[in-house]
């Protein structure tokens, strides 16, 4: 009787450690479905290779806003430059003038020697051998249009404070020549008539003067 008691309670424990050995790899194997699960989803540690993807996906995301903003500046760019060049040859125009440029305003392979911007916002260049070559300001790269800008605006502004001048000189001139010919004008509409009616020392001695004439002529 107490051999089967003892044969009992050895069996219940065995069964009872044989019942928590198998929850417990239940759990285990629950577990590492769940960090699987969590892994493929993205909820889990990042692997080896998404770690290194990450900058790569940052570099990408960077490119792609650099080159929008960069066709939206070049865009910009080159429409600036044409509105410009438009412009500059109005004002060289009606100004009447031309500038002898820097040679170290285009790159030192051109072998630029002289360097012209005409009336008509035309670069004329003459390189080491004599040979003529004439563009459109508008049709040269940026850094040479910007380069041209630089050493033209500080030219510009001198040549038309010369320009302004030579147009205040003649405009007084202009103003005396109007003053006087407009006093000939009201001496010929008075008439000898009314000249010989005026009063005052001015008057009076034109009429002298002028009795003197008739006086001589008739003694003759």
Not at 35 to 47: L, N, Q, R
Not at 58 to 66: A, C, F, G, H, Y
Not at 151 to 170: A, C, D, G, H, V
């Amino acid at each position: 009787m107490a051999l089967n008691c003892l044969v009992s309670n050895a069996s219940e424990r065995s069964s009872k450690s044989l019942g928590v050995r198998l929850l417990e790899k239940v759990e285990v194997e629950v577990n590492r479905s769940g960090d699987s699960a969590k892994t493929a989803t993205g909820e889990g540690p990042p692997s080896a290779a998404q770690a290194s993807s990450d900058p790569v996906q940052e570099s990408l995301k960077v490119l792609n806003e650099e080159a929008l903003q960069l066709s939206e500046f070049l865009w910009q760019e080159e429409k600036l430059i044409k509105e410009l060049c438009g412009l500059l040859k109005q004002v060289l125009r009606q100004l009447n003038i031309s500038f002898s440029l820097p040679a170290n305003a285009f790159p030192q392979t051109w072998n630029a020697q002289k360097i012209f911007l005409n009336d008509e916002a035309h670069l004329i260049l003459i390189n080491d051998r004599n040979e003529i070559t004439s563009k459109a300001l508008e049709d040269y790269p940026p850094q040479v249009v910007f380069n041209i800008v630089s050493f033209l605006i500080p030219e510009l502004s001198k040549s038309l404070t010369s320009y302004r001048k030579k147009i205040s000189l003649r405009i007084g001139l202009f103003d005396k020549i109007n003053q006087e010919l407009r006093n000939l004008a009201n001496t010929f509409a008075s008439g000898p008539k009314k000249l010989e009616e005026r009063t005052g020392p001015v008057a009076d001695g034109v009429k002298q003067a002028l009795q003197a004439q008739h006086k001589v002529q008739g003694e003759g």
